[in-house]
């Protein structure tokens, strides 16, 4: 079963032309291995960096392992607090790209849901939901993913906006995304209903939920694939920048922007350190999701082939 499942890998189109893709190849094995330490990040981590116990502040501020004055196994040097640099860069990384997911197929759900409704049923319903989407669509997404933010968390109980602070994110950074699904499944499923086999099924009395499910929406996954990647790094710097601005992460679960805004207030005193790799790590993220998101695009692409 393994065997054959590797045969069908290696013999899909999609495996050849990542083969043909070096840029895109080199991407997927330095996400894997970011991924991997993230998810892995208590287990290989000098230290916790979410506990309070372990940070003593007679480690803080220590430069990273290959300047005067570090300390092992503080490899990439202290913060303020005594807290541990790497150990908090894997953490931190987790937090960011679980958000960054689940955002993403949140927004996902939401307008693949709506588009192939407005696509099929048309009239009112269509016209309702593309002219929401234009209006989420003229306001800056970074103020309204602020702005459901900050509501939330003036709704919510002192006490609960920390605990609820990543479910709040993900629907703060989902809620302005679903518009670009929606109005790619509308087009897809606008052109899908009218063709023949989709009107035969209708003629044979064919659920509209089934063809929605069986017919129409297999037919649109593919430009989705593509977006959904590349919107996944875009949902990791919304993200960072939301920790940054003070609405995010709390700092007793930094994510890569509540560490990036920290290093911040101390570039200027000498600590280069706290900043500059968690932003690295940031970049990194990003710029391999985004390498891999271009391939997929390229080897989507009929046109292309």
Known sequence: MATSLAVRVREHELWWSLKGHPSAMVALGLLAILLASAFAAPLIAPQNPYDLRALELMNSELPPIWEEYSRWPYVLGTDVQGRDMLSAILYGSRISLIIGFASVILSLSVGLSLGLLAGYAGGRIDNVIMRVGDVLLSMPFILIAILISAMAREVLPSGMRDVLAAPILVVAIAMPSWVQYART??????????????????????????????????????????????????????EATLSFLGVGMPPDQPSLGTLIRFGNEFLFSGLWWIVLFPALQLCLIVVSVNLIGDWLRDALNPKLR
């Not at 897809?188 to 989709?198: F, L, P, Q, R, W």
């Not at 037919?219 to 919304?238: K, R, Y």
Request: net charge positive; hydrophobic share 55%; proline share 6%.
């Open 185 to 238: 499944v509308r087009a897809s499923t606008m052109v899908e209903a009218g063709k023949e086999y989709v009107q035969a099924a209708r003629l044979i009395r064919v659920r509209p939920w089934r063809i929605l499910l069986t017919h129409i929406l297999p037919n649109t996954l593919t430009p989705i694939m593509v977006a959904a990647t590349l919107n996944f790094g875009l949902a990791i710097l919304s």
